[in-house]
C-alpha cells in the first residue's frame, strides 16, 4: 500500500486481498455443499460485486435499499431478513427479492396472503432467538435479555409453520467455530423437531471464516453433520458479511496539526465519529501502519478527528519518529463497517473510495464526493 498514491482521506480496497478471502469462503462452501451470502450491512462497495459473485451464492439485504443494490449489482439470490417490514415496501421486495425471513409470526402472518400472489415464488422463514449468548458487548448481542431479535422458544407456534420452509438465527459477532457449535446446540434443544419439518437453514453472520485463527476444518464439519441429523434440509446457508472484507481495507489519512495539551494530539484529515464509528461505538483501536502502542515508541500522540465532537478521538498511538503535518497513516481493516456507517456529520467530507488491483498495481478511483451530496441529504 502506497499512501503517497491517493488524495486523502481515502478508503482502499485491496482486490488481491479481497479474492483471497473469497476463495476460501468458496472452498467452504465447495466442501460442505452450504450457501454463503454477502450480508450487505457489512461490506456493500458494489464495484467489488462482479468479483463477489464469482464466488459467493448471493447476497442478504436487511432493507430496501439493500435489497434493491443485491437485484441490481449482485444478481444472485437476494435474501432478506429485518426485525419488520413496512407495508407500503413489501410490493417491491415482491418483485427482487427470493427468500423473505420473518422476525414474529405477526408480521409473517401480515404479509403472507401478499407472498403468496407475488409475481414470483419466495421462500419465507422464521427468525429464531435461541437464547444462547455468545457475544461479549451487549449491543452486539441479538440473544441480550429484552431482544427484539428472534422468536424466543416460549413464543414460538410451531403448530402455524404452513408456509414457512426455513429458520434463520443470527447470533455471533466475529466469533470462531466453537461459538457455532455451541450455538446450534441451543438452537436444536429449542427448534430440532421444527427444523425436521423444514427446508432450509440460514445460520446467520458473525463467522469470522477469513481470520487466521479461525478453524475452519471445525466449521466444515459443523455444518456435515448438522446435515447429517437434518438430511431433510435442501440448503444451508450462511450470512457473514466482515469475513468477506476481512483485512482488505485501508483508511489513508494525513495529519493536518499538532497541537498540545498535557500530550502532543495530532488532527487528521479522517474522523473516527465520521469514518469510522466503530472505534468508538464497538469500541476497537484499529491497526496502523508503524505504530505502536503509546510509549512503545519514542513519540506519542493522541490521533483525532477534525469535527467538533471532544470525543472524536481514534487513540493513543506511538512511532519511531515525529509526526509531521502532511504525514500519511494507514490505518488497517477499514473496509468493512465503514463505508456502510460513515456520516457527513460537521459536513466532514466522506473519504475517497479506491480499488487497489495488485496485479496491474493500479489505484483506480470509483468514488469521491462533493458538496453536492453533503447538500442533498439535508433539505
Ligand atoms: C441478520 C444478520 N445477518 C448477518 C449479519 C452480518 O454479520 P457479520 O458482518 O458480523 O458477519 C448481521 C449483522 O449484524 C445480521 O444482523
Not at 468458496?26 to 464466488?55: H, M, N, P
Not at 443494490?69 to 432478506?80: I, Q, T
Not at 444451508?236 to 493536518?256: D, M, N, Q, R
Request: glycine share 6%; net charge negative.
Amino acid at each position: 500500500m502506497d499512501p503517497a498514491r491517493v488524495q486523502t482521506p481515502c478508503y482502499v480496497i485491496d482486490l488481491g486481498r479481497l479474492k483471497k478471502n473469497l476463495v476460501l469462503l468458496g472452498q467452504v462452501q465447495q466442501e460442505t455443499g452450504c450457501r454463503i451470502l454477502l450480508a450487505l450491512k457489512g461490506f456493500a462497495a458494489w464495484s467489488t460485486f462482479d468479483l463477489c459473485r464469482q464466488y459467493l451464492s448471493g447476497a442478504a439485504a436487511s432493507s430496501l435499499h439493500e435489497a434493491k443494490l443485491a437485484a441490481e449489482y449482485f444478481r444472485k439470490e437476494v435474501h432478506l431478513c429485518a426485525p419488520a417490514y413496512r407495508d407500503d415496501e413489501m410490493p417491491e421486495y415482491l418483485r427482487i427479492v427470493d427468500h423473505i425471513v420473518f422476525n414474529s409470526h405477526t408480521q409473517w402472518n401480515r404479509f403472507r396472503n401478499s407472498i403468496q400472489q407475488a409475481p414470483r415464488p419466495i421462500a419465507c422463514g422464521l427468525r429464531v432467538n435461541p437464547m444462547h449468548s455468545e457475544v461479549k458487548t451487549r449491543i452486539y448481542d441479538p440473544c441480550a435479555p429484552g431482544s427484539r431479535l428472534g422468536i424466543p422458544p416460549e413464543q414460538f407456534r410451531s403448530e402455524e409453520l404452513d408456509g414457512i420452509s426455513g429458520l434463520h438465527f443470527h447470533t455471533l459477532c466475529e466469533l470462531n467455530a466453537d461459538s457455532l457449535v455451541r450455538t446450534l446446540a441451543a438452537v436444536e434443544k429449542h427448534f430440532g423437531t421444527v427444523i425436521r419439518r423444514m427446508k432450509w437453514m440460514n445460520f446467520g453472520g458473525g463467522h469470522h471464516i477469513t481470520r487466521p485463527d479461525y478453524d475452519v476444518d471445525l466449521l466444515c464439519r459443523t455444518i456435515r453433520d448438522f446435515w447429517q441429523r437434518y438430511p431433510n434440509l435442501e440448503a444451508i446457508y450462511l450470512e457473514p458479511g466482515e469475513a468477506i472484507a476481512l483485512h482488505t481495507g485501508f483508511l489513508i489519512a494525513s495529519v493536518l496539526d499538532i497541537v498540545h495539551n498535557q500530550m502532543d494530539i495530532a488532527i487528521l484529515d479522517t474522523s473516527a465519529s465520521a469514518h469510522m464509528p466503530d472505534v468508538l461505538e464497538m469500541p476497537y483501536r484499529p491497526v496502523i501502519t508503524g505504530a505502536g502502542l503509546p510509549g512503545e515508541k519514542t513519540y506519542t500522540y493522541r490521533l483525532a478527528g477534525p469535527t467538533c465532537l471532544a470525543g472524536d478521538v481514534i487513540g493513543d498511538y506511538s512511532f519511531d519518529r515525529p509526526l509531521q503535518v502532511g504525514d500519511r497513516l494507514i490505518f488497517h481493516d477499514m473496509a468493512h463497517y465503514t463505508m456502510v456507517k460513515n456520516t457527513m456529520f460537521n459536513g466532514i467530507n466522506l473519504p475517497d473510495i479506491v480499488l487497489y488491483d495488485p496485479q496491474q498495481d493500479r489505484y483506480i478511483l470509483q468514488r469521491r464526493f462533493t458538496y453536492e451530496d453533503f447538500k442533498s441529504r439535508l433539505s
